[in-house]
């Protein structure tokens, strides 16, 4: 599809923009700058890097919405509001309050070396930002026509540069411009397609009816599924890195809290976006994973199609950058042997982190080209022996043996693998994966880790 040279100057702007935020200050050698901004982040910013960060999967949300209507609304936003203000309640203040920078700190405290490193491997898994660079690579090819391999590389290397320079500092600064593209972009796209075919009248008279019921035709298993996938809540390096980043304790829980809402209007936006594209596009093979695209160059003038497609950018990288920054911090810090670190230290090697980060990534997007198959398998495999160890090291009563809690990381890994494993050779493709006997690995992965923190010895018990 040719884009109208309108449509691609904005897009062009944006990443010399981005480039020139990110490359504007240099952070100092020192971990806390690198890793956190110096612990400076004020709420205006904490607010700016969280909304953005947390809501990198927009091309996944319209697939969603594009094939179940509504139910997108209650599968990706109300289990997070409300797992967040449960995170701010409870647990803000507490990983504030607390010096570690990073969630492997807190293991390697609490539960030894090799808890500690346990929980490493896990959150570099976790942080691995291969879902949100499929999905520049899926926008690169729309805007470009260029292979989807070579988009899919060049975005994770471009996404890396000014992190590599900037760390922390630069990933907020670079949200800030992203937080306005974000909002901006579908407030427009809202205001021409509500003036130009109507609202709720229109959709209700070219929706198929499950759409705009909530469960979307989805099994309330299937829908269940995604609400254990929320629990990422807790145990998302993200979260603990702007906790830990903001001024104070009150300031990251005023600041989750403040982003839920405007995440819960973002939804919105997002959710008629999506209906309006099922509404008004042709229902074929391509449209459903690049429904939002297809609906600006469709139905949008050519500058604003630009504006609008430039805020799609800056949605995902805001979260490619952020999450390639966790991900480098845990194989540079966490993992890489402090003994044999060369003369830039702790910084020389996450910035070494990064380019295993981006070839990794860059493997697993090629070969498993989907972006919600990445959600579900990342989120299956690596919440049920991190969700109840991470909770524990917050809670005093909560608190277990390290040998047992150990135990409990380690075989509720190993649970979850195994009905992965089954339904990887059950199913015809990592692509088309389908869950053994119907059951989501994370669900015995939480039931073993759930029995072992109940049958484990409290902390000061041998």
């Keep these: 599809m040719k884009l109208h040279l309108l449509e691609i100057l904005p897009i062009g702007l944006y990443f010399f923009g981005i480039l020139a935020l990110g490359f504007f200050r240099r952070s100092k050698s020192n971990e806390v700058d690198f890793i956190l901004g110096g612990r400076q982040l004020t709420l205006p910013a904490f607010i700016a890097t969280l909304v953005t960060t947390w809501y990198g999967g927009i091309l996944g949300v319209g697939e969603f919405t594009f094939l179940y209507g509504i139910s997108n609304w209650i599968v990706f936003g109300v289990p997070y509001y409300i797992f967040a203000i449960l995170y701010a309640q409870f647990l803000a203040a507490r990983v504030r309050k607390h010096s570690f920078l990073s969630i492997p700190d807190l293991f390697y405290h609490h539960y030894g070396k090799t808890g500690g490193v346990l929980?490493?491997?896990?959150?570099?898994?976790?942080?691995?930002?291969a879902p949100y660079i499929l999905?520049?690579?899926?926008?690169?090819?729309?805007?470009?026509?260029?292979?989807?391999?070579?988009?899919?590389?060049g975005g994770a290397l471009f996404s890396m540069l000014y992190v590599t320079t900037g760390g922390f500092r630069a990933v907020v600064r670079t949200d800030k411009l992203q937080f306005l593209l974000m909002f901006g972009g579908f407030i427009m796209l809202l205001v021409v397609l509500m003036g130009k075919y109507g609202g709720l009248d229109f959709l209700r008279n070219n929706l198929p009816e499950n759409h705009l019921s909530w469960h979307g035709g989805n099994s309330w298993q299937y829908i269940s599924v995604w609400f254990f996938i929320a629990l990422w809540t807790f145990v998302d390096p993200g979260f603990h890195q702007r906790c830990q980043a903001a001024r104070s304790g009150k300031i990251a829980k005023r600041g989750i809290l403040v982003s839920v809402v405007f995440?819960?209007?973002?939804?919105?936006?997002?959710?008629?976006?999506?209906?309006?594209?099922?509404?008004?596009?042709?229902?074929?093979?391509?449209?459903?994973?690049?429904?939002?695209?297809?609906?600006?160059?469709?139905?949008?003038?050519?500058?604003?199609?630009?504006?609008?497609?430039?805020?799609l950018f800056a949605i995902i990288m805001s979260t490619v950058d952020s999450f390639t920054l966790l991900s480098a911090m845990t194989i540079g810090r966490d993992i890489y042997p402090p003994n044999q670190r060369g003369k830039g230290g702790q910084v020389a090697t996450i910035r070494f982190g990064l380019f295993i980060t981006a070839a990794i990534s860059i493997v697993l997007a090629i070969f498993i080209p989907s972006v919600i198959e990445l959600w579900l398998l990342i989120g299956n495999i690596f919440i049920p022996p991190m969700l109840l160890p991470l909770l524990a090291c917050y809670f005093p009563r909560l608190q277990r043996s390290p040998k047992w809690m150990v135990i409990n990381m380690s075989a509720a890994f190993l649970t979850t693998f195994i009905f992965l494993l089954l339904a990887a050779l059950t199913s015809p493709s990592l692509a088309e994966l389908s869950f053994y006997a119907e059951i989501p690995p994370m669900y015995p992965g939480l039931f073993v880790s759930g029995i072992i923190f109940a049958l484990s010895p409290r902390k000061n018990q041998n």
Excluded: E, K, N
Aim: net charge negative; hydrophobic share 60%; with cysteine.
């Design 119 to 129: 929980s490493a491997v896990f959150t570099f898994f976790m942080t691995l930002p």
């Design 135 to 153: 999905m520049i690579g899926f926008l690169l090819h729309f805007v470009s026509g260029w292979p989807l391999w070579l988009c899919i590389t």
């Design 263 to 311: 995440w819960f209007f973002f939804d919105l936006m997002t959710t008629f976006a999506g209906l309006y594209a099922r509404a008004l596009l042709p229902v074929d093979g391509t449209a459903a994973v690049l429904s939002f695209p297809l609906l600006s160059h469709q139905f949008l003038p050519p500058l604003l199609s630009g504006i609008f497609l430039t805020g």
